[in-house]
Nanobody, 124 residues
Framework: QVQLVESGGGLVQTGGSLRLSCEVS????????MGWFRQAPEKEREFVAA????????QYSDSVKGRFTISRDNAKNTVYLQMNGLKREYTAVYHC?????????????????WGQGLQVTGSS
């Protein structure tokens, strides 16, 4: 059974930075592509960023491009989301997700496993 555990969320001032981590259990992390999604109150879940198994291919939503960076360390079974220049509208519960496929995607339905999520709150 694959399990995903996120960490690093919290309260941060507008313009500040935060790094989220997602550690994945199991021995085949390197074969998974990974993604980050978020869901703000009363809004639908939306794609944030994704990374291929190799780490060479990455994609971002337009709203975070240039501010967020996704990366992975296959030796640590961990994917990261570095968030810079945070805005209040980035306040949401952030989830990481794993897909048993090497290619990254922004489609939530293609991911096989999900973390519980963690709160990120931007304050002014």
């Amino acid at each position: 059974q694959v399990q995903l555990v996120e960490s690093g969320g919290g309260l941060v001032q507008t313009g500040g930075s935060l790094r989220l981590s997602c550690e994945v259990s199991g021995r085949t992390f390197s074969s998974y592509s990974m993604g980050w999604f978020r869901q703000a109150p009363e809004k639908e879940r939306e794609f944030v960023a994704a990374i291929a198994w190799s780490g060479t291919m990455k994609q971002y939503s337009d709203s975070v491009k240039g501010r967020f960076t996704i990366s992975r360390d296959n030796a640590k079974n961990t994917v990261y989301l570095q968030m810079n220049g945070l805005k209040r509208e980035y306040t949401a519960v952030y989830h990481c997700a794993a897909r048993n496929h090497p290619d990254n995607t922004d489609l939530a339905r293609r991911y096989d496993y999900w973390g519980q999520g963690l709160q990120v709150t931007g304050s002014s």
